[in-house]
């Protein structure tokens, strides 16, 4: 289904040869790179047809009868020190299997996730999202709400390797500036909570592995801003590290550099312009209004 879906839709089959080409196209031949896009079509439908498999699986024997497990002693040595855990997770393999994955494994968490607009999917996502505890925040939950999550000793995952609308600061992605949230970063430096990667990806036929990276330190330099900016490209070159391992299970067809400095920069600057009309109507609104005299003392 993932190579019918590689031949069939045409505007993504363009856009994954076409990012894969600034990212590859220094080392590889654009026949190379065609087949690196097949590839990431076809895993993707591997992975589809994985995570219904686990749907059923609810046991912790029946969810890793396939699946190798690497570095997860990481998360169990961040839930003894009850800090709770920021796991970041990009959009590789069969990253959609790693929250029922963690639970089944006794790592208790959520994840911020935004509602999808048909009602019956997005009741169905919950459902099968919600194993065994695992919370799903929706995305505009207060900051407040989220800290409190990760200091009950929660396992927070987050997926910023991808362009949003949320504030964000551009970091170095395979060798192009690439604007990315900063949510993990404030979260880290706003917490004590341990920041980890983790991935679930396949590695040959029907055998996958669940990879916990060591904990990534959080930069504290006493300025905020070069604090989320060094943090976020800490993260950023990690998830860029675990997608060159396994580049044909990223998800290429992603617009990763769609927003560029000018058009953020731009923005800054009609926004600047926009409070300033806004206060000039302000003023005026002022001196236009009619002035009423005080009334002097006893004629109250």
């Known amino acids: 289904m993932g190579v019918l879906g590689f031949y069939l839709v045409k505007k993504e089959r363009l856009?994954?040869?076409?990012?894969?080409?600034?990212?590859?196209?220094?080392?590889?031949?654009?026949?190379?790179?065609?087949?690196?896009?097949?590839?990431?079509?076809?895993?993707?439908?591997?992975?589809?047809?994985?995570?219904?498999?686990?749907?059923?699986?609810?046991?912790?024997?029946?969810?890793?009868s396939n699946v190798e497990v690497e570095g997860v002693e990481h998360a169990f040595r961040a839930v003894e020190e009850g800090k709770g855990i920021i796991m970041i997770i990009p959009h590789l393999g069969c990253w959609e299997a790693l929250p029922k994955a963690w639970t089944v494994l006794g790592v208790r968490g959520g994840a911020v996730g935004k509602p999808?607009?048909?009602?019956?999917?997005?009741?169905?996502?919950?459902?099968?999202?919600?194993?065994?505890?695992?919370?799903?925040?929706?995305?505009?939950?207060?900051?407040?709400?989220i800290l409190q999550f990760l200091k009950q000793n929660n396992?927070?995952?987050?997926?910023i390797d991808q362009d949003t609308s949320v504030k964000g600061v551009f970091v170095d992605f395979f060798g192009k500036p690439a604007y990315t949230p900063i949510g993990a970063a404030m979260l880290a430096l706003d917490t004590e909570a341990v920041v980890l990667t983790s991935i679930y990806v396949r590695t040959s036929g029907n055998r996958y592995k669940l990879i916990c990276s060591k904990?990534?330190?959080?930069?504290?330099?006493?300025?905020?801003?070069?604090?989320?900016?060094?943090?976020?490209?800490?993260?950023?070159?990690a998830i860029e590290v675990e997608i060159k391992h396994y580049p044909e299970q990223w998800v290429w067809m992603h617009e990763r550099w769609k927003t560029t400095p000018k058009m953020v920069s731009d923005k800054a600057h009609q926004k600047q312009a926009w409070?300033?009309?806004?206060?000039?109507?302000?003023?005026?609104?002022?001196?236009?209004?009619?002035?009423?005299?005080?009334?002097?003392?006893?004629?109250?």
Do not use: C
């Not at 009602?119 to 996502?125: A, F, I, R, S, T």
């Not at 002035?291 to 003392?297: E, L, S, Y």
């Open 15 to 64: 856009k994954t040869i076409a990012h894969l080409t600034t990212a590859y196209g220094h080392e590889k031949s654009s026949r190379e790179i065609f087949e690196m896009a097949r590839k990431v079509f076809y895993n993707l439908g591997r992975g589809a047809a994985e995570l219904g498999i686990k749907l059923n699986a609810d046991t912790k024997t029946a969810y890793f």
């Open 155 to 159: 396992s927070l995952g987050m997926l």
């Open 116 to 145: 999808l607009k048909n009602e019956q999917l997005n009741n169905w996502v919950l459902k099968n999202r919600e194993f065994n505890g695992f919370q799903v925040l929706p995305r505009g939950s207060s900051y407040k709400t």
């Open 275 to 300: 409070r300033k009309k806004r206060r000039e109507l302000k003023a005026e609104e002022i001196l236009a209004a009619p002035f009423i005299p005080r009334p002097a003392p006893g004629q109250l």
């Open 215 to 237: 904990p990534i330190e959080t930069i504290r330099t006493g300025n905020r801003e070069e604090e989320l900016q060094l943090n976020t490209e800490r993260y950023q070159k």
